[in-house]
Nanobody
Framework: QVQLVETGGGLVQAGGSLRLSCTASGIIFSTKVMEWYRQAPGKQRELVASIYTRGGTDYADSVKGRFTISRDNAKNTLYLQMNSLKPEDTGVYYC????????????WGQGTQVTVSS
């Protein structure tokens, strides 16, 4: 069945970098919009970045210039390169796969914890 598995989270100091990966199975990966969300304790889940089937991207204002979303369709893998990390980037990061016009549906991974210390 559909499975999204996030890896690459961890503990880093402010100013450091991490690269998250999301490996997908059970979907036609190249046809999906892929997204990263994050959720801090006590806060709502927020959209961090999206990448479309032809490679176009969108970013939350809070991460523009610091994060880069990319995909490798041959590997069925989504990436989030996170640079210049700040403590406010701390949270559980989730991978999502969806159809372009299916704003409510899609599939989710289990999440990976990112902690940025000051």
């Amino acid at each position: 069945q559909v499975q999204l598995v996030e890896t690459g989270g961890g503990l880093v100091q402010a100013g450091g970098s991490l690269r998250l990966s999301c490996t997908a199975s059970g979907i036609i990966f190249s046809t999906k919009v892929m997204e990263w969300y994050r959720q801090a304790p006590g806060k709502q889940r927020e959209l961090v970045a999206s990448i479309y089937t032809r490679g176009g991207t969108d970013y939350a204002d809070s991460v523009k210039g610091r994060f880069t979303i990319s995909r490798d369709n041959a590997k069925n893998t989504l990436y989030l390169q996170m640079n210049s990390l700040k403590p406010e980037d701390t949270g559980v990061y989730y991978c999502r796969a969806r159809e372009l016009f299916d704003q409510k549906g899609g599939s989710w991974g289990q999440g990976t914890q990112v902690t940025v210390s000051s």
